[in-house]
């Protein structure tokens, strides 16, 4: 269906972890690590730009699975490289193997899920669903 779309397409993205990235912003109480939501973010977001230029206009994609472990903790200042390697299409959905790196070892694998939709269509539904809430 989406002819860029192929087993093996790859994309790393990097960030430096600051302050917003740590798991200390939304509990004091917690140490100044990298938090793992924003480790599952870095995945979503290092996926969904390498499936992106190959889509056609008005498409964008979803996430809708996320199977991943953190397994280090990383802190502030470090830099973190997270991959995205497509592992199988099925029609309009695209599986990844994700990981993510500090600068000394790996934090984080699993895999993530994510599906190709029409943009427009999406927002229809949304639309629909804000304008019916109890539906």
């Known amino acids: 269906m989406f002819e860029g779309i192929r087993l093996g397409l790859s ?10 990235l740590t798991i200390a912003t939304l509990d004091g109480k917690l140490p100044a690590v990298y938090s793992t939501p924003a480790m599952i973010c870095l995945m979503e977001v290092t996926a969904a730009g390498a499936i ?13 699975e996320v199977h991943v472990r953190h397994l280090a903790a990383t802190p502030l200042g470090e830099q973190v490289t997270a991959t995205a390697k497509i592992v199988e299409v099925v029609k ?19 895999t993530h899920t994510r599906a190709v939709i029409e943009l427009e269509r999406f927002l229809r539904g949304l639309k629909r669903r804000l304008e019916n809430p109890g539906a």
């Open 11 to 20: 994309r790393e993205k990097t960030i430096e972890v600051t302050s917003e």
């Open 52 to 64: 992106q230029p190959h889509l056609p206009e008005g498409y964008i994609s979803v996430g809708v």
């Open 92 to 110: 309009n959905v695209v599986k990844f193997e994700v990981e993510a790196r500090d600068e000394r070892q790996l934090i984080g694998s699993g």
